[in-house]
């Protein structure tokens, strides 16, 4: 048994992203073989299809920001073909929450899917597509975000990303 800095690790992503999953895989594997007393850090998995629960006291996204968002220390964002559904604001859900970490000088990791996109989908997504485009623009303004073409990319990328998470929360 050790003493570790529980790093609470919010996924965020649109519903066509297929990745959600993958994150969790990444998160559980860097905990399992990297989580020691040496760097006394673990990563724990949070996103609204665990750790929400039916409620209608208010609108989802301010419960999910409230219960989930604003108690997590870390957000993971995925995208692919759309930026997400609209809020009342016009941004999407994930778009929101991503603003809610950085508004809190919290950390965020950006991953763009780069998987072919059929052309059905290239024709009846085209909007959303644009769309993201010109987030994934907006966000190399700000920083660095990373790109996958396959699962397995993602989640050698997010281990190796870990690390230097844990290495800047050592160093703290």
């Not at 066509?16 to 990297?34: I, P, S």
């Not at 994930?94 to 809190?104: C, G, N």
Request: a neutral charge; aromatic letters at 8%; hydrophobic letters at 40%.
């Amino acid at each position: 048994m050790f003493t570790a800095k529980v790093v609470r690790t919010f996924i965020g992503s649109p519903g066509d992203v297929r990745e959600r999953n993958v994150v969790r895989e990444a998160l559980g594997q860097w905990n399992a073989k990297r989580s020691s007393p040496a760097n006394g850090v673990a990563f724990i998995p949070v996103s609204w299809e665990t750790h929400a629960f039916p409620d209608l006291s208010a609108p989802g996204q301010p419960l999910i920001d409230k219960r989930l968002v604003q108690s997590s220390d870390l957000c993971i964002a995925l995208f692919w073909m759309k930026p997400g559904g609209s809020l009342d604001s016009g941004a999407s859900g994930t778009v929101h929450e991503i603003e809610q970490f950085r508004t809190a000088n919290k950390r965020v990791m950006a991953y763009f899917c780069q998987d072919k996109i059929s052309r059905r989908d290239a024709v009846v997504y085209r909007d959303e597509i644009a769309a993201v485009e010109n987030l994934r623009s907006q966000m190399r303004d700000i920083g660095l975000v990373g790109e996958y073409k396959r699962a397995a990319d993602l989640k050698s990328q997010l281990l190796d990303a870990l690390d230097e998470v844990a290495r800047d929360i050592v160093g703290s």
